[in-house]
Each structure stands twice: as structure tokens, then as C-alpha cells.
């Protein structure tokens, strides 16, 4: 392969764990982060979790010289958190805040009041147009009783919407963040198989960091082991995601991860361990622009297509199950709503008895329907603001099961025009003797 430039770009990740007054010596990690960003010069810097203002201006000050361009993507009622800093100018930015997100009334987790987005900026690398996302997913609490699966599976299946639908112009795409997500679990497969980004872990030729690439290690000293069982090492939910286009080849020549505690400190930046990868990002020739850009091999393509298939159902069957506990909630709600204003209307009608039979006495305290009244109208106002939570989590449920539905229709009638199958391949076969095909999942 004949190639005309190469160029060499370092990116960064770390969930900084800055929420104020909550996360362990908050100011001191910042000081450590930024003094080890200054020095390590990194082309592109993604950071999350930087809740406040004020820290991120703290570190915009501190990178002015190593990173003068930066940006802070605000959304929620506290922020998104998600903020990035950049060697090279930063020409656009736009954040999409996922639909889903948590529940209000969950404060101990506290996504809902993030604003949980995708936050994207658009760079040059020399010639070269570079999509730059950067965003974090809602928490797994629970892995074995886990009930923001189905709204986690919205958020990666809305990430890889946004991420195909603004990239395409794109040379170089980047992504990275705190997915929330094992590497085999639905939403990240959803993702990269969907939009064809590729792991920098799983890609790097050389790599320097924790066993397995994990992110999240149980020798940290601000996570409890206790939330990590049954991974007794930890886990990898920290990702740099990356692909190229027709114009440019990108390849990951080495990744590390940070380990633990810094050196000359007591403690390390973060409860996640920070990401860093180097991409080779080399121009095409002219010649191998034109080529032909399909899979040659249709068994190959039919799988992938196949597969993507199976991927799909499987996001479908978990939302489903979000729509019908949802539904449940919202009944409830309803029926709880329905109980505070019997009550109401009863209170009404005793308190209306003396009125009606003059000289009569108030058969009860007035403190005590004063107090009643107070429950009955806090009851209704609750329950309506539920009501209409609940049903707004309903309607972004039905929209991402009908988005789902209508990608396995087309995904189907692809496989239907293509040739028949390999004998291995004999259950991805549709009806009528018609097998798969050649198939692009970025299509």
C-alpha cells in the first residue's frame, strides 16, 4: 500500500470521579491530573465526571498551554460532566442528550440529574477532518438484578445513531468514555457492530496497563470490592473506540492504562483508571480510494449481517421488558393517584357536614384535616409527576422499539436478496430459498 502521509495522534480518557463534596480529595486528584496532562502533552484529552465549573476552569487554566482549546458540554441539572481538551482547534461542537437516563427519585445513584449525553467536537488533524465523541452511560448498580439495562440499551443504541449520522463526512472518527459496559455485553456489541468502531485494547499491537485491559480494578482504593463482585480483579467499562474511512487507514500501535496509585502520591487520580492510546492515522492512495469498498466474500458479509440481526432482536426483547415494567410503574402511579383523591373527596365531604347541617359541630380537630389535606394534596402531586415520568419513559421506550423494528425489517430484506448461504449458514436463511449477502452494518 502506497501511502502519501502518516500521522501519529495520542488520545486520553479518565472518569475523573469529580463530584464535589462527595468524591475523595476532589482538588488534590485535579492538581495530579492536570500536572500529569501538562506533561504527558496528549493530542486530544476526553475527560468525565467533571461535574463542576469550577474544576473544569481550574484545569482550563492549568492546560492553557499544552491544550488552549477546550470545551465543557453542559446538560441536566448538574451538568454532563464531559469536557475536552485539545492540542489542535476545536471548529464545532454539539452534545446529544440520550432520552433516557435513570429515574428522578433515585438520588443516592444520581444519572438522572447528570444529564447523560454524547458530546461531540470536530477537529483537524492536518488535512484531515476528525470526529471526536466523547460520552458516558448510565451506571450498571446491580449486575445480576440490574433495572437500568433497558434504558443503558436506548443510550447505546441512540450513541450509535448520532455517532453514523454526523461522522460520515468524517476522515478519522474517535470515541471514548465511561460506557458502563462489559466488551460482551448487548449495548457495546450493538455499538461497534452497528457503526464498525474499532477497540484500541483489543486493536493495539503493543499494550502497557491492568491484566485484561480493566478499568475499574478492585486494588483501588476508593472502590468497594463489594460493587465489583463477582469480578474479584475488576472490569474494563472504560473504552477508546475508533475507525477510519475510504480516505484514511487508522490503526492503534499501542494503548496503556494507568495502575493504581501515582507515584509520590498516596492515592490515584481516579477510581477508573485513565486510557491512553496512540493512532497511526495514514492517507490512502488515490487508487485504493476508488476500490471497491464491499466485502468480497458474501458468506463473510451475510454473517456480520446476520448477526447484526441477532443483536437487534436482542436490544428489542430489552426494551420490551422496560416498556412493560414502566407501564407497571405507571398504573401504579395512576392507581396510587386515584387512592390520595377518594381520600381527598371524602375529607371534603366530612369537612362540608357542618355547613350543610346548621349548629352541627366539626366531628374532628381541625389541625387533623389540615394535616389530611396536606397528605391527600402531596399524594396527587406525587403521583402525577410520576405519571407523567413514567409515561414519558413509555413513549422514548416505544420510539427506540419501533426504531429497532423497523432496522431488523431492512436488515431482513438485504439478506433476502443475496445468494444462498454456505450448509453452516442454513438457519440464516429466510423463507422462499433466498440467502444473504454482501452487507455494510454502517449502511
Same mark, same amino acid.
Given at each position: ?6 500521522l ?5 480518557? &479518565? ?16 492538581? !495530579? ?9 496528549h493530542?486530544?484529552v476526553?475527560?468525565q465526571e ?8 481550574f ?8 491544550h488552549?482549546?477546550?470545551?465543557h458540554? *453542559?446538560?441536566?441539572?448538574i451538568?454532563? @460532566?464531559?469536557?475536552i ?9 454539539f ?8 429515574y428522578?427519585?433515585m438520588?443516592q ?5 447528570? @444529564? ?54 468524517a476522515d ?8 458502563? !459496559? ?7 456489541? &450493538?455499538?461497534?457492530?452497528y457503526?464498525?468502531?474499532?477497540d ?8 502497557? /496497563?491492568c491484566?485484561n485491559?480493566?478499568t ?18 475488576g ?11 475510504s ?7 499501542? !494503548? ?14 481516579s ?17 485504493e ?9 458474501p ?12 443483536i437487534?432482536t ?5 426494551v ?5 415494567? $414502566?407501564?407497571?410503574?405507571r398504573?401504579?402511579?395512576?392507581r396510587?393517584?386515584a387512592? @390520595? ?7 371534603? $365531604? ?8 346548621l349548629?352541627a ?5 381541625r ?18 409527576? &410520576? ?15 419501533d ?10 430484506? *438485504? ?11 442454513a ?9 444473504? /449477502? ?6
Amino acid at each position: 500500500m502506497a501511502n502519501t502521509d502518516s500521522l501519529n495522534i495520542r488520545v486520553f480518557s &479518565l472518569n475523573c470521579w469529580g463530584i464535589r463534596y462527595v468524591s475523595k480529595h476532589t482538588p488534590q486528584r485535579y492538581a !495530579m491530573i492536570g500536572d500529569m496532562l501538562c506533561k504527558e502533552e496528549h493530542d486530544v484529552v476526553l475527560l468525565q465526571e467533571v461535574w463542576s465549573e469550577k474544576d473544569y476552569l481550574f484545569l482550563k487554566k492549568k492546560l492553557a498551554c499544552s491544550h488552549p482549546h477546550s470545551h465543557h458540554f *453542559k446538560s441536566g441539572v448538574i451538568g454532563s @460532566g464531559l469536557a475536552i481538551f485539545s492540542k489542535h482547534r476545536i471548529h464545532e461542537t454539539f452534545l446529544y442528550r440520550y432520552s433516557l437516563n435513570g429515574y428522578p427519585y433515585m438520588a443516592q445513584h444520581g444519572d438522572w440529574f447528570g @444529564g447523560k449525553a454524547v458530546g461531540m467536537a470536530v477537529l483537524k488533524f492536518g488535512s484531515l477532518t476528525a470526529n471526536v465523541y466523547v460520552t458516558h452511560l448510565h451506571a450498571e448498580y446491580c449486575r445480576d438484578k440490574d433495572s437500568y439495562l433497558p434504558h443503558r440499551v436506548v443510550q447505546a443504541w441512540e450513541l450509535q445513531q448520532f455517532v453514523r449520522h454526523t461522522s460520515v463526512g468524517a476522515d478519522v472518527v474517535i470515541l471514548g468514555g465511561d460506557l458502563n !459496559m462489559h466488551p460482551q455485553d448487548l449495548g457495546n456489541r &450493538l455499538l461497534l457492530s452497528y457503526t464498525g468502531l474499532r477497540d484500541s485494547y483489543l486493536e493495539a499491537a503493543k499494550f502497557d /496497563g491492568c491484566e485484561n485491559g480493566m478499568t475499574l480494578v478492585a486494588d483501588n482504593p476508593f472502590i468497594c470490592k463489594k460493587e465489583l463482585a463477582p469480578f474479584e480483579k475488576g472490569i474494563r467499562i472504560d473504552y477508546i473506540l475508533f475507525k477510519g474511512s475510504s480516505k484514511t487507514a487508522v490503526y492503534c500501535d499501542f !494503548m496503556s492504562t494507568t495502575k493504581g496509585s501515582v507515584p509520590d502520591h498516596p492515592f490515584p487520580y481516579s477510581d477508573h483508571e485513565a486510557l491512553t492510546s496512540v493512532l497511526r492515522l495514514e492517507t490512502r492512495a488515490e487508487t485504493e480510494r476508488d476500490g471497491p469498498r464491499t466485502s468480497k466474500n458474501p458468506d463473510s458479509a451475510a454473517g456480520k449481517a446476520a448477526e447484526l440481526v441477532d443483536i437487534v432482536t436482542e436490544a428489542r426483547t430489552e426494551v420490551k421488558v422496560g416498556l412493560h415494567c $414502566a407501564e407497571r410503574m405507571r398504573y401504579t402511579a395512576s392507581r396510587t393517584g386515584a387512592m @390520595g383523591l377518594a381520600l381527598l373527596i371524602l375529607e371534603l $365531604a366530612i369537612a362540608a357536614v357542618p355547613w350543610l347541617a346548621l349548629g352541627a359541630e366539626q366531628p374532628f380537630p381541625r389541625t387533623s384535616f389540615y394535616l389530611l389535606a396536606a397528605l391527600c394534596f402531596a399524594i396527587l402531586a406525587a403521583t402525577a409527576l &410520576l405519571y407523567v415520568f413514567y409515561t414519558m419513559e413509555l413513549k422514548s421506550l416505544q420510539g427506540a422499539e419501533d426504531q429497532m423494528r423497523l432496522a431488523v425489517g431492512s436488515l431482513q430484506e *438485504k439478506l433476502r436478496g443475496f445468494p444462498l448461504a454456505q450448509p453452516h449458514d442454513a438457519h440464516l436463511r429466510p423463507p422462499g430459498g433466498q440467502g444473504p /449477502g454482501v452487507f455494510k452494518p454502517e449502511e
